[in-house]
């Protein structure tokens, strides 16, 4: 089925240890976005990539760094976990803009960082 | 003041009954806004979108939007258990640094009882 994939779906970390967040969407959007979400606060945008080849930072960035393989694939990476970084991250993507189609959603990742 | 904000919740309603949710928004040139769904453990889906003034009607929800008091709403008339979930208000900004970009509400959390 068409849509945005994200993995891994689970994933317990020690603090100070890296990982990436892999996600990728197969509906030919430009624009890919990663969020996290935490009882009681919606979700925060943590990085965007409007385009193929851009990426620009939300509004909680510190702490991660995100690369725009293709225009199919956006990666979010934890150069050293921390306990505030536990949260579950979704991918999305959308057309340029969004403004009639709002985005499309991963499946999430639940991250727990020790 | 947040960017949206929700009425506070949780929202409890009988069966049958209409679920009434709130949104306000403090960027004054917002031109898109979405209600998603967010079942427990799942990611955001989207259930409606609307653009100019007035109500929007799709089944058994209706958005409505007031631009002049930067207002958003959705009903869900004849409300089911199957409706229990957290509802999220987006509203995507117009331009600057906001263009194409959701910023979320944090969520009402709705309870359909039998």
């Known amino acids: 089925n068409a849509g945005v994939t994200q993995t891994p779906k689970f994933q317990v970390l020690k603090t100070g240890q890296s990982m990436t967040l892999q996600c990728a969407q197969d509906m030919n959007h430009n624009s890919m976005y990663w969020y996290r979400q935490d009882p009681g606060m919606g979700l925060r945008l943590i990085y965007y990539s409007a385009s193929e080849g851009t990426t620009d930072k939300g509004e909680v960035p510190n702490g991660y760094n995100v690369s725009r393989l293709n225009k199919r694939e956006f990666s979010l990476r934890l150069e050293s976990a921390a306990p505030s970084q536990t949260s579950v991250y979704f991918c999305?993507?959308?057309?340029?803009?969004?403004?009639?189609?709002?985005?499309?959603f991963g499946s999430g990742t639940r991250l727990t960082v020790v | 003041q947040k960017e949206v904000e929700q009425n506070s919740g949780p929202l409890s309603v009988p069966e049958g009954a209409i679920a009434s949710l709130n949104c306000t928004y403090s960027?004054?040139?917002?031109?898109?806004f979405f209600w998603y769904r967010q079942y427990s453990g799942k990611s955001p889906e989207l259930i409606m979108s609307i653009y100019s003034n007035g109500d929007k009607e799709d089944g058994r929800f209706t958005a409505q939007l007031n631009k002049a008091s930067q207002y958003v709403s959705l009903l869900i008339r004849d409300s089911q258990p199957s409706d229990s979930a957290t509802y999220l208000c987006?509203?995507?900004?117009?331009?600057?640094?906001?263009?194409?970009?959701?910023?979320f509400g944090q969520g009402t959390i709705l309870t359909v009882h039998p």
């Open positions: 999305a993507s959308s057309e340029v803009g969004a403004k009639r189609t709002g985005y499309t």
């Open positions: 987006a509203v995507i900004g117009a331009g600057g640094t906001s263009y194409g970009k959701l910023t």
């Open positions: 960027d004054r040139v917002s031109q898109s």
